[in-house]
């Protein structure tokens, strides 16, 4: 009766089902068994690099643009989320939130301001966002002339680029004549908390606000400008100066780049700030900027916003500042700088020309902006007012102009 055919469907059944069964526990077995394995060496991976293992931290093979990657570090004593939001690796790098990078740029800039305190006159910041093979001879003579002329003076330049073994062996020729310059990595987190960009910040990390058409870096720059001064107070210098003066008596001052024929400015610049420590007007300066940024605009966030500023508080009163007139740093138009590049012509009036022009610029101004965007592209030639103002504003002197500077 048991060899009867229409058991062993029976039989076949039982015996599919118990092999079914086996497979997957061998399987179930042998996954606990390798994600165990995976798990510890997660944890151990968080506590070697200073982490504390949390039940929110997923084990994932893939990630998607809106997944969340939830880190906790021992001394943030809170969940932090880092959205990865629509910026680029680059982009992404400076929106990081680490209290251990903020105390370590805090600490840096103290440490380098302070530690110079007794022959450091003024602390002058500028910023570089591009790749430090970028920081070329042109920029260096820049770096010579604000030596020579303000050579008790602390320079952070704050750039992730130039913080580097590179950046170090470029400044050397400088550091090894005693002047105090160093590259500094922004941490702009800690730069911009406590202040009304911190919501800003949060929009662009978690992709609710747009960063526009304009690179994003630029706009940073124009931000950690703001943020440094208004932290640490000082100068702000944009890389592409020559400064021809000892600006360390200025106080609390902002530089016009044009006048009306009323003699009144009609446009201010950031390229050159300098204010107190929590000065009031950098706060209104980083307000507008958090409520009013606007990335398809070129200069919306720069160079106009410090003009919209001044023109809405100027009547108020409440605000002590100077705005320098554009002898100060802005001496020639962007779109005349050409001629401060070129050498003069062999005849009489060329030659006089420049040499009022120099007298004029030693007499007048604190510094030139040469207007790097417009200007980067033309040669310095020899006997040009550029050539003739960088050999008597430097302090190594015996280097070489390429034909590319």
Request: a positive charge; glycine letters at 6%.
């Amino acid at each position: 009766m048991f060899d009867s055919p229409k058991f062993v469907p029976s039989k076949l059944n039982i015996f599919s089902t118990m092999t079914y069964s086996l497979i997957v526990f061998v399987i179930l077995v042998f996954s606990y068994g390798v994600i165990s394995n995976v798990s510890l060496h997660f944890q151990q991976h968080a506590f070697d690099h200073g982490g504390i293992f949390h039940p929110n931290q997923l084990l994932r093979t893939h990630h998607t643009s809106e997944e969340i990657i939830r880190l906790i570090t021992s001394d943030d004593a809170k969940l932090v989320d880092h959205p990865k939001s629509k910026l680029n690796p680059e982009e992404f790098d400076f929106f990081v939130t680490s209290v251990n990078s903020s105390r370590r740029f805090d600490s840096s800039v103290r440490e380098f301001s302070e530690s110079s305190n007794n022959h450091c006159k003024v602390l002058i910041f500028m910023t570089w966002i591009s790749p430090v093979e970028f920081f070329t001879e042109r920029e260096f003579l820049g770096l010579e002339s604000l030596f020579q002329t303000n050579p008790t003076s602390c320079l952070i330049i704050l750039s992730k680029t130039m913080d580097s073994e590179k950046g170090r062996k470029l400044l050397e020729p400088l550091t090894g004549l005693g002047f105090r310059v160093r590259a500094i990595s922004p941490d702009l987190w800690g730069l911009v908390k406590n202040t009304p960009a911190e919501s800003w910040f949060d929009e662009i990390k978690n992709g609710t606000k747009e960063t526009g058409k304009i690179p994003l870096p630029q706009n940073l720059s124009n931000l950690i400008r703001l943020v440094a001064l208004y932290k640490y107070g000082g100068v702000y210098l944009d890389t592409d100066f020559i400064i021809l003066k000892d600006f360390s008596g200025l106080r609390n001052s902002i530089g016009a780049q044009s006048v009306g024929l009323s003699g009144n400015w009609t446009r201010l610049n950031n390229a050159f700030l300098v204010f107190d420590k929590k000065h009031p007007l950098v706060f209104k300066f980083i307000e507008e900027f958090a409520l009013n940024f606007d990335g398809n605009k070129w200069g919306h966030n720069g160079p106009y916003l410090v003009s919209r500023v001044v023109n809405r508080v100027k009547k108020t009163g409440e605000f002590d500042f100077t705005i320098l007139p554009p002898m100060a740093f802005y001496p020639v138009v962007w779109t005349r700088v050409a001629g401060f590049f070129g050498r003069p012509n062999n005849d009489p009036v060329g030659a006089k020309w420049v040499e009022a022009k120099i007298q004029q610029l030693n007499g007048s101004s604190y510094g030139v902006h040469l207007w790097n965007s417009q200007s980067r592209r033309f040669k310095i030639e020899q006997g040009s007012i550029i050539d003739r103002l960088i050999y008597s504003h430097c302090v190594i002197c015996n280097r070489q102009i390429s034909s590319s500077s």
